[in-house]
């Protein structure tokens, strides 16, 4: 299960990432202390909103439980299709991001990058999974991807934003359709 939770942590962290690397384009110099600002933000909503949504779901599993794997695979695949789908649109929008590194600006960034890691959350409640590991991993995974989203911004462009994004979404889909398929009875490992 860590090898998935890793991947997951991945995929989720490339919206911030994507962000993180608009910041970059927007900054004539990074300090020190905007990327930590920037690691601290994204990894810390990305930690936090999957205990949420795990907790969430925890209200309302028993309800659920029937048909948790279509789920998981819904979620995992509509979140992944609609990385696809961003990486795919307009990538300007990412390079009209601002250099300002305030609350004002960071806190609604985070909370936009986090909603995919609500809905991992979610998923999370159906998997036989510590959710305290799994928001820890995800919130450092996604803290180092969003530091280094904001120096590869800065230094190198936009260049490889879409295809870390889209790996992301095809990453998200094929662990949702695995989980379908164990359900399911055609995997069996």
């Known amino acids: 299960m860590i090898i998935e939770i890793f991947l997951i942590a991945v995929s989720v962290s490339m919206d911030a990432f994507a962000v993180a690397i608009g910041k970059g384009l927007a900054t004539k110099r990074v300090k020190p202390l905007n990327a930590l600002k920037t690691g601290l933000w994204f990894g810390g909503f990305q930690a936090l909103f999957p205990v949420l949504g795990y907790f969430f779901a925890s209200l309302f599993g028993k309800y659920l439980e029937v048909v948790d794997h279509w789920i998981i695979f819904a979620m995992l695949a509509l979140i992944g299709g609609n990385m696809i789908r961003e990486a795919l649109g307009e990538p300007?929008?990412?390079?009209?991001e601002t250099p300002q590194f305030d609350w004002r600006h960071m806190a609604p960034l985070a909370v936009a990058c986090s909603i995919d890691a609500f809905a991992v959350g979610v998923s999370f409640q159906f998997m036989p999974i510590n959710i305290w590991v799994a928001a820890g991993v995800i919130g450092v995974?996604?803290?180092?991807?969003?530091v280094a989203g904001l120096y590869?911004?800065?230094f190198i462009g936009v260049k490889w934003q879409q295809v870390a994004q889209i790996g992301g979404g095809v990453v998200l889909i094929l662990i949702g359709l695995k989980t379908l398929l164990e359900h399911l009875g055609f995997i069996t490992w």
Request: overall charge negative; hydrophobic content about 35%.
């Open 152 to 154: 590869l911004g800065h």
């Open 141 to 146: 995974i996604t803290g180092a991807f969003s």
């Open 92 to 96: 300007e929008e990412d390079a009209k």
